[in-house]
């Protein structure tokens, strides 16, 4: 699979923003999407995450709140909706997916779209 992500920009803290990661090939359905995020001169973080159904959802506790992870399977396409967002979230966000369980690291990654999140 092949993940698009976009949806980034320039914010002022309290404001929202949607991303978006568009999926190419089939069988979107069996793939565990999540989000992640790294921020300038910090390692990677997990942000989100969302089964293959959409019927399960996980945060990190920074994010937890203020942001959702959804899907559509029809669409191809999951979503991170991020309301109250503070300079802190500024990063480099990411979608992955992977087709094995929970367990496993996300193997399929997207090339990141940068959120600007200003004070």
């Known amino acids: 699979v092949q993940l698009q992500a976009s949806g980034g920009g320039l914010v002022q803290a309290g404001g929202s923003l949607r991303l978006s990661c568009a999926a190419s090939g089939r069988a979107f359905s069996s793939y565990r999407m999540g989000w992640f995020r790294q921020a300038p001169g910090k390692e990677r973080e997990f942000v989100a995450a969302i089964s293959w159904s959409g019927g399960s959802t996980y945060y990190a506790d920074s994010v937890k709140g203020r942001f959702t992870i959804s899907r559509d399977n029809t669409k191809n396409t999951v979503w991170l909706q991020m309301n109250s967002l503070k300079p802190e979230d500024t990063a480099v966000y990411y979608c992955?997916?992977?087709?094995?369980?929970?367990?496993?690291?996300?193997?399929?990654w997207g090339q990141g779209t940068l959120v600007t999140v200003s004070s």
């Open positions: 992955a997916g992977d087709q094995r369980g929970w367990g496993s690291q996300f193997y399929y």
